[in-house]
């Protein structure tokens, strides 16, 4: 009884572990397959702690006002690794986040993000999919496009479409 | 019709029953109206007690007045049953077959009405996961501004129609680069805003009286599936679909009687 016992446990095991890793393996997937023009389409990417998250309320939109309101989440980040930009210890960020959104996903934690720098110099989250897990396989991949970015391998995106940082792309400022 | 059942808590042979009118089920057409009772454990009792209210706590939110997938509340007396024994059905755009034959895809979207985020941090509705793997993005909760699903939505939707999604589907803003720019949108367009740190895509079902207001059947509209009222200016691009043809279609109008019925206020 033990061992029939046993042997259905196995088979719940294995039969249902390949699925799951599979979900996951897309997902770590499309994650890497990111990396690449997430740093190339943006002004900043680095390996960031999230050390402080502060939520300061609607921001100022002029075709938004009361309609769709907009929230402002200002995050400050110490900084473990810069891919592209200025290398500097702690940085600040926004999301702009409709308020019918939610604020419970807010991002936690250590992970890489892709920024794009407005007017007034503020750095902040041009998008949906700019923030990627730390995980070690995007993490060198990163490191690569960084090394192949310094040896003018890889260009960026500055004057093409892609661009997530162009004006027409942000949307009203 | 089983997704119908499952969504409002109820089964096919309830559904069945309240609906003696319908012989086949599995035929019912996009903007047929379908009674829906409710699952026993919420019917009120008689003598008193609050009534239930449907759909969003808050209906106010970003100044949308949203259409949930509940709203008009039938009442069948030859059945004996009261007011509140049926769930109102879900509220769908009256369209015609010439609308769904230029838009076929638009028969599997409003069949997604009513699905909803999951509560709580690193929780998300199978369903919109499977969004998620149509967009090809990586997120594993359903919540929040980073997760957001709209472009999710409407990848699935063009996906299970064998119509190839644009490319970083997840992302809002890339459906300006899908298939081809309208002018004028028509029934199961696909509509386009755009914010900075984001944006928001969905189909168009219908326009208000007056054409100042798009109704958009949308996903991550008050965390669900749902029609909702949008003013007609925060629409910058609609596109339409490769190898459809945008100029057979039309924008159907919606009455007043039907916005009124579509409120939940």
Redo the contacts between chains.
Sequence with gaps: MRLFGLVVFLFLSFSCSPENDG?ED???E??L??VE?NILTTDYTALVEIIKVNVEGI?E?S??K?????VT?KYTARILESYLGQEQKTIEF??????????????RGVLIVSLCK?KADNY??????Y???AQNVILERAKKIKRQIKDKKLTLHKDDASYACVPH????? | MTRIAIQHGSSILEIRKANPGIKDLSQIAVGQMLIIPRPAQQRPTFGGGKRPTYGRENPK????LTYTSHILRLFNSSFGWDLDDFLPTAWLPTVNDKHTKNAPWMKMALGEIGVSEK???HKANPRI?KYF?AS???G??D??????WC?SFVAWVMQENKIKPVE?A????EWKNFGNKINEPVYGAIGIK???????VAFIVGKSKDGKKYFMLGG????KVQISEY?KK?WDTFVFPPNHDATKGELPVHSEKGEKAGRED
């Design positions: 979900e897309s997902k770590a499309f994650a397959a990111a023009d921001a939109d075709t938004a009361n309609d769709e309101a907009l989440v926004r999301e702009y986040v409709e308020k019918s959104e939610g604020l419970s996903g807010l991002s407005d902040y989250l041009p998008d949906i999919g923030e990627l897990p792309r942000i949307g009203p400022e | 939110v970003c100044g949308l509560k709580g941090m996961l793997k090809k993005f990586w594993k909760d919540s929040g501004g980073k997760n957001a472009g970083k997840y992302r809002a803003k755009s914010r900075k740190g984001g944006g928001h991550n509209q008050q965390d003013p925060v």
